[in-house]
């Protein structure tokens, strides 16, 4: 069974700090990875995703995630952090050798940023 | 551009009463479907999805039902609402193939039951 896991509940971090929300997962198979994000009482957003390829993925508003296949991770990460960051971050999995369709996320994380 | 819609947007409705959400995708075709539930603003639990017209795949039993009348419509229903199905209702929709597909989402139903 495929399982995703973000350890904090809540990220605080000031405006300009760099900031990392984290996330492990567990696959049987290759997983494909992605982090959305959500603003209150709204749907989810696309930020990014790891298919395959390079380790560094870059998305959206200037984030970036790091694939570590052998810490089964995937962080997400902003250089610089704004205000407007803070948000809800869910990351989750989709296990490739299963073909199960649907996304397994994780418990999400609060951000918040302080100015 | 395909866009992804919800409705309504917020709803009240006393225990015991019926339930119908509606989601509708537009610019694409055979997507596949899917309903999840947050509730207190946290993790999603996969309710049901959808891979064509008639195909409806229950994620866990409850009250709830699910139909897919028309190839881009997914209907979220329920006969008798508790007050445990209160949350926030999202629908979501990604291609038909390929698992690598990234999943797009509406902007959600709040549901309080009363």
């Known amino acids: 069974a495929q399982s995703v896991a973000q350890p904090e509940d809540q990220v605080n971090v000031a405006e300009g700090n760099p900031l990392t929300v984290k996330c492990t997962y567990s696959v049987s198979g290759n997983p494909y990875l992605f982090w959305y994000v959500q603003y209150p009482n709204r749907g989810l957003q696309f930020l990014l995703k790891?298919?395959?390829?390079?380790?560094l993925v870059k998305g959206s508003y200037g984030f970036e995630a790091e694939f570590n296949k052998s810490q089964t991770s995937f962080h997400l990460k902003k250089p610089s952090a704004l205000v407007s960051d803070s948000a809800l971050y869910f990351c989750?999995?989709?296990?490739?050798?299963?073909?199960?369709?649907?996304?397994?996320f994780g418990s999400g994380t609060r951000l918040q940023v302080q100015p | 551009s395909q866009t992804i819609h919800q409705w309504p947007a917020t709803l009240v409705q006393p225990v015991g009463s019926p339930l119908s959400l509606e989601c509708t995708v537009e610019g694409t075709s055979n997507p596949n479907l899917y309903w999840y539930r947050q509730a207190a603003g946290r993790g999603l639990q996969l309710l049901f999805y959808?891979?064509?017209?008639?195909?409806i795949s229950s994620e866990v039993p409850q009250n709830l039902s699910a139909s897919r009348p028309q190839d881009r419509q997914f209907i979220l229903s329920s006969k008798k609402l508790l007050l445990s199905d209160s949350g926030f209702y999202l629908c979501?929709?990604?291609?038909?193939?390929?698992?690598?597909?990234?999943?797009?989402f509406g902007p959600g139903t709040r549901l309080t039951v009363l």
């Open positions: 979501a929709w990604d291609k038909r193939a390929g698992t690598t597909d990234t999943q797009y």
């Open positions: 959808s891979v064509g017209i008639g195909q």
């Open positions: 989750a999995v989709r296990d490739e050798d299963t073909g199960r369709r649907a996304l397994t």
């Open positions: 790891y298919i395959t390829g390079d380790n």
